[in-house]
């Protein structure tokens, strides 16, 4: 008999609310990628719809959901999933996307290289790859940036490195510097694991398509470009990221890789 793929298992941390009409299906799609080791965990952010019957619906062992008495906001939710999990390799979910086949594969083997990993999304149903806020096509992560620190970061300053959480993974070695997230980090938690990733010296870009993106009038990441304040101020909060991450990484002594 053929021996068995090793994988490690992994942790897939999931933040939902008020998603009901889409978690079924992004739940099958993540499952259908798991095995009997790895664990799927859900903190649901206080919903007011019927997203908590939907997943407790779903008879699956690997699946754990915890519900939090109040609305934290996504931000919140997520670093408490990534707490919530148990394995080394964490992979980041939406409520309303789809896992295409051979995600957690591509992504896990990415995190045998380095701490965090990012991948590419395309637009669910047509497959077509996303727009930059700017309005070109084609907007993708190339694999031959990976280790290009200082041109990811600035990427990540301009808005112009499609680094999305739902198409992330980080080692929970990397954790000693991505929690806890900082009280001014009200968005961009996927910005922030970016930095923290190129800041370390430890990203690896993945070409390959992990996720298909569902676009809905709800979407908490905007398609739009923002109005000039509210860029200034999300550009000033990633200023201060850079600083907190900067420090962190001095103060716990984080052997850099690269």
């Known amino acids: 008999m053929p021996?068995?793929?090793?994988?490690?298992?992994?942790?897939?941390?999931?933040?939902?609310?008020?998603g009901s009409a889409w978690v079924a299906e992004q739940l099958d799609s993540i499952l259908a990628q798991l095995r009997t080791d790895d664990e799927l965990v859900i903190i649901d952010d206080a919903s007011t719809d019927d997203t908590v019957s939907v997943v407790r619906s779903v008879a699956d062992d690997r699946l754990r959901l915890l519900e939090s008495p109040v609305n934290r906001g996504y931000v919140a939710t997520f670093e408490a999933a990534l707490l919530a999990c148990?394995?080394?390799?964490?992979?980041?979910?939406?409520?309303?996307?789809?896992?295409?086949?051979?995600?957690?594969?591509?992504?896990?083997?990415?995190?045998?290289?380095?701490?965090?990993?990012?991948?590419?999304?395309?637009?669910?149903?047509?497959?077509?790859?996303?727009?930059s806020p700017f309005g070109a096509q084609g907007w993708e992560l190339r694999s031959d940036d990976s280790s290009r620190r200082?041109?990811?970061?600035?990427g990540v300053m301009a808005g112009m490195r499609p680094y999305f959480g739902c198409a992330m993974g980080i080692r929970r070695a990397a954790l000693d510097t991505a929690v806890?997230?900082?009280?001014?980090?009200?968005?961009?938690?996927?910005?922030?694991?970016?930095?923290?990733?190129?800041?370390?010296?430890?990203?690896?870009?993945?070409?390959?398509?992990?996720?298909?993106?569902r676009l809905h009038e709800t979407n908490t990441s905007?398609?739009?470009?923002?109005?000039?304040?509210?860029?200034?101020?999300?550009?000033?909060?990633l200023v201060r990221c850079l600083v907190e991450i900067s420090a962190r990484v001095r103060r716990r002594g984080v052997r850099l890789s690269g």
């Open 3 to 18: 021996t068995p793929d090793p994988r490690p298992a992994v942790s897939v941390a999931m933040a939902t609310f008020n």
């Open 86 to 131: 148990r394995h080394d390799l964490l992979l980041l979910a939406d409520q309303d996307d789809v896992w295409p086949p051979g995600r957690v594969d591509a992504l896990v083997a990415a995190l045998a290289r380095t701490d965090v990993v990012a991948g590419n999304l395309a637009l669910l149903g047509t497959g077509e790859s996303l727009h």
């Open 150 to 154: 200082v041109r990811n970061v600035a």
């Open 180 to 213: 806890p997230f900082p009280p001014f980090l009200h968005e961009s938690h996927d910005l922030w694991l970016a930095l923290v990733g190129n800041v370390r010296g430890s990203m690896t870009h993945v070409e390959d398509v992990v996720v298909w993106r």
């Open 222 to 237: 905007p398609s739009r470009p923002r109005g000039v304040l509210p860029a200034l101020r999300s550009r000033w909060m």
